[in-house]
């Protein structure tokens, strides 16, 4: 099918080439909410593209709920968001999508308490929900309480490993004056297709939260992680199929504290996906919010992680750099890097300080900087004009 050049993105969930980029880009509609925030994508047997992400006011007030648009194959165009159902007590948060061998889609997400008067931060109330679909998220059961633990915490999906074995990766949250810092990982286990789990921590994990694990190969397990102190993704290792961790170590690429996404492409290579920036001032033990969420960019190793030879920046923002302007630039975060069945890489953030979602999509070798061998995916209509 044929593409419009990129004309200046607006939420109308219309898909455009970038003439500049050479990607694909959308913004995805926002349903009338102010914010957007932590998308999640995955694609259906039919190669549909879901898109879910937690839209409101702001995070943490109790209208905030997950809501779902979706482009189908040649579609051209995102649909509207629609809510699943809402909870008005609670802030729901953080989706990540599940397809169990059964063939149901899950909708995995935080639920906390809404914000309090003089309490900002109510994650320790959290606990995680599902959904579940059965006709490929157009319709969806009523929510169920999956792990009740207060403070609960997730942002990637479950995974289902070589062995067969579930493993859900989460954080724990306290009521505490460390800011967040004192977060630890820990992994929720299912040897029984998600009937029963137990919990096996990560030891000396505190503040390195957000564990993304690839397996590369069977039973030898790497989580990267996002770091409270904004320093670096920070890594961890299991050689036994998630039952015991290594202390986190620091990998070579930036954190500034905001959420990443790794996974093993069908080429073999790792990708991850970040913000390529860290806090000016790192004070071990303490949680730093750096105001740079942007660029985001992708980088890829051929070493199962400890060096990334080959990155390249995919969102450059509004152009500003510097440490001047460390905080003037517009929030791209919380990346979402998913494979299609074709190869096709899609990548989703929250865009423009949480005004919305974009969605891109582009190939290996456009990370690789070779040859464009897209030509036939790539058809952009030459009549619209080319301009940003």
């Not at 492409?265 to 000016?280: D, F, H, K, V």
């Not at 942007?294 to 080959?310: K, M, R, T």
């Not at 969605?359 to 080319?386: H, M």
Request: proline share 7%; glycine share 8%; aromatic share 10%.
């Amino acid at each position: 099918m044929s593409y419009l050049i990129l004309p200046g993105l607006k939420p109308d969930g219309k898909i455009y080439f970038d003439p500049d980029m050479e990607i694909l880009e959308a913004f995805l509609p926002t349903g009338g909410f102010a914010s957007a925030h932590a998308p999640a994508l995955t694609e259906l047997q039919d190669s549909t593209l879901l898109c879910a992400w937690f839209a409101g006011s702001a995070e943490g007030n109790p209208d905030v709920r997950i809501v779902l648009s979706r482009l189908k194959p040649g579609a051209g165009c995102w649909t509207e968001p629609v809510s699943l159902a809402h909870d008005p007590e609670r802030s729901e948060q953080n989706p990540s999508f599940f397809s169990s061998p059964t063939g149901d889609l899950w909708a995995v997400y935080t639920a906390q308490l809404a914000k309090e008067a003089g309490k900002d931060n109510m994650q320790f109330t959290s606990q995680i929900r599902r959904q579940i679909s059965a006709d490929g998220g157009m319709s969806w059961s009523q929510p169920e309480i999956l792990f009740s633990r207060s403070g609960s915490f997730c942002r990637q999906p479950i995974q289902i490993l070589s062995s067969g074995r579930w493993i859900f990766s989460q954080w724990l949250c306290s009521d505490g004056d460390d800011h967040l810092a004192g977060d630890p990982t820990v992994f929720q286990i299912s040897d029984d297709q998600g009937r029963t789990w137990r919990q096996v921590d990560m030891p000396k994990s505190s503040g390195r939260v957000h564990a993304q694990i690839v397996e590369f190969s069977p039973g030898r397990l790497t989580a990267f992680m996002r770091s409270r102190e904004a320093d670096f993704i920070y890594r961890s290792e299991s050689q036994d199929d998630g039952d015991s961790w290594t202390v986190p170590v620091p990998t070579i690429l930036p954190n500034n504290n905001s959420s990443i996404s790794a996974l093993i492409l069908q080429s073999g290579r790792l990708a991850i996906a970040y913000n390529p920036t860290s806090s000016p001032s790192v004070q071990r033990g303490q949680a730093s919010w750096p105001g740079l969420r942007c660029p985001i960019a992708v980088a890829l190793s051929e070493d199962e992680g400890q060096s990334f030879p080959l990155i390249r920046i995919m969102e450059r923002g509004e152009g500003f750099s510097g440490s001047e302007n460390r905080s003037s630039n517009r929030r791209y975060e919380y990346p979402c890097l998913i494979q299609g069945k074709g190869g096709m890489l899609h990548l989703a953030y929250a865009a423009r300080n949480r005004q919305g979602i974009k969605v891109l999509s582009f190939t290996e070798a456009d990370i690789l900087g070779g040859t464009r061998t897209k030509t036939s995916y790539f058809n952009p209509t030459s009549s619209q004009q080319s301009s940003r």
